[in-house]
């Protein structure tokens, strides 16, 4: 199971970080993702960590803004959100996948994070 957390209402220009805890599964062995759905819209992917936190990758609208991190021994993964924009209002989700699968076998609950300009 993934349980995302941390979202809420920040102002434009703040930050937020958000965490996904993880259990019932060897954490350390899947690549974990972070995805946002705004209303109306489909759901985008936001960023990805590697199982080993050696290699991330970011959508083009996040990067620089965003840092995603992980620590395996809490079994948990952040995404540390700054300079945040209303554009960026959505519910956060985060899922992991094996390293060789491009599909995502556990998804979470999502968090909505909230930006009033």
């Known amino acids: 199971q993934l349980q995302a957390s941390g979202g809420g209402l920040v102002q434009a220009g703040g930050s937020l970080r958000l965490s996904c805890a993880a259990s019932g599964f060897r954490f350390d062995a899947y690549a974990v993702g972070w995805f946002r759905q705004a209303p109306g819209k489909e759901r985008e992917f936001v960023a990805e960590i590697s199982r080993g936190a050696g290699g991330t990758s970011y959508a083009d609208s996040v990067r620089g803004r965003f840092t995603i991190s992980r620590d395996n021994a809490k079994n948990t993964v952040y995404v540390q959100m700054n300079e945040l924009k209303p554009e960026d209002t959505a519910v956060y989700y985060c899922?992991?996948?094996?390293?060789?699968?491009?599909?995502?076998?556990?998804w979470g609950r999502g968090t909505k994070v909230t930006v009033s300009s």
């Open positions: 899922a992991a996948r094996s390293p060789g699968s491009r599909e995502y076998t556990y």
